[in-house]
């Protein structure tokens, strides 16, 4: 019988939502939540013999420990291979998979999948990483699409499990790690590229066998010289905003930002202002708002003169970043980046959750 | 940029990051008594701000000096 492993966040192993994700990584007999899901698509062919969680915010803040509570599991349990999600567009919970998946192949050789809506950024980690050991399905953006993902995912553990050979990505249906691979055909490099070349010439449809990715890679703005001179702005995505969200924010995938002012203000008080957030525990923010927009720690350096008197922009920027698809985000940067530079700014802190 | 997920930052590639405390508060910790919080704050931002005037070539992060206790 197959040994699988399968690891999900607090939330698919039925422990909690939001105010459980500081859970540290625990174990569950069998499966349990997702991984019973799994285990009735796997049927007699495998057994999910363990279902290893973590907390969201647990894994990212302690993630050594958790890494390595992560893998004494794996090792006690013998698993044969491992899954892990699917996360579907939870960015925190994608990030997790891919650094599991990838830390289990290096340490214990294991072969992973794991799932995730096209758009989870984890996506572009995964594809950063080129691992041939770990395999990753694109699913629907919410959990509507658990049951065709594990139908996916269970029969392609298996192969994993048996150590059977794994095809191209456009043939096995996982999304592509930019790993190129020798294979053999019939026609020889130059009548397969004067083909494409007549191809193109023709405005004919054709498919390059060296697909190249195109990422964006922002060289680091020079220094400023000196920064108590400098007019400087402040950007949140953390989702700070006046008390009851007069913009209408939504607490996930939002698409426009807003600027507040903070001119008369030395400190943002409890009460005032809120957290609009889908990702995080905004508990916190609510109670202090100064933990996503610190407007009380620039004021005192203002009052140091560490930041020049009316060199601090007299508002500050904010859109929830939950979820945001980097297209969409790419263009609100734009947005802010064009309004910045017409204002006069030299610099930035972004704060981010 | 100030964040806690500093090693994803780092991975997508920006520039001057600064280590923040915990997702859900990034800049400061609820545990410590009000005025520890806004001085664990004030020096997160310092730190931002010592990070604008420094020449980087590439993803770079910032330890602000006073320790996270979360």
């Not at chain 2, 508060?25 to 997160?44: F, K, V």
Request: aromatic share 8%; charged share 20%.
């Amino acid at each position: 019988m197959i040994r699988i492993v399968h690891i999900v966040n607090q939330f698919f192993a039925g422990i909690g939502g939001e105010d459980k994700a500081d859970r540290v990584v625990g174990v569950i007999e069998g499966a349990a939540g997702a991984a019973r899901g799994l285990q009735s698509q796997l049927g007699e062919q495998a057994q999910v013999v363990a279902t290893v969680y973590f907390g969201d915010n647990y894994f990212h803040e302690h993630k050594d420990e958790a890494v390595a509570a992560i893998l004494a599991e794996l090792e006690k349990r013998q698993a044969d291979a491992v899954v892990a999600g699917p996360a579907f567009n939870a960015g925190r919970y994608g990030l997790a998979c891919v650094e599991i998946c990838q830390t289990v192949s290096e340490r214990l050789g294991l072969r992973c999948v794991t799932g995730m809506e096209a758009e989870n950024p984890a996506v572009g980690l995964y594809r950063d990483y080129h691992n041939d050991k770990v395999f990753l399905f694109a699913t629907t953006e919410s959990t509507t699409g658990m049951i065709p993902a594990l139908k996916s995912i269970a029969p392609f553990v298996c192969r994993l499990a048996l150590g059977e050979e794994i095809g191209a990505a456009d043939a096995e249906g996982y999304v592509p790690r930019g790993i190129r691979r020798l294979t053999r055909v019939d026609r020889p490099a130059v009548d397969r590229a004067i083909d494409m070349l007549l191809a193109k010439v023709a405005g004919e449809p054709f498919k390059t066998e060296v697909p190249m990715e195109v990422w964006d890679k922002v060289a680091p703005a020079p220094p400023l010289a000196d920064v108590s001179g400098a007019k400087l702005a402040v950007i949140c995505t953390g989702g700070v905003v006046p008390w009851g969200n007069p913009d209408g924010f939504k607490t996930y995938r939002n698409n426009f930002w807003r600027k507040y002012n903070f001119a008369e203000l030395k400190t943002l008080e409890s009460g005032k202002w809120e957290a609009v957030h889908g990702g995080y525990n905004v508990a916190f923010m609510n109670q202090n708002p100064h933990y996503g927009m610190p407007l009380d720690a620039l004021r005192s350096l203002e009052a140091e003169g560490k930041i020049g008197r009316g060199k601090l922009y007299p508002a500050y920027y904010v859109i929830p970043g939950n979820q945001g698809s980097p297209a969409v985000m790419r263009r609100v940067g734009q947005e802010i980046g064009a309004e910045l530079r017409k204002e006069g700014v030299d610099g930035v802190l972004l704060v981010a959750t | 940029m100030i964040s806690a997920m500093y090693p994803v930052a780092e991975q997508v590639g920006a520039s001057r990051i600064v280590k923040a405390v915990a997702i859900p508060h990034p800049c400061g910790d609820p545990s410590l008594p009000a005025e520890l919080d806004a001085q664990l704050r004030r020096e997160i931002v310092a730190t931002a701000l010592k990070a604008l005037e420094a020449k980087v070539e590439t993803s770079t992060v910032f330890a602000p000096k006073i320790a996270a206790s979360a």
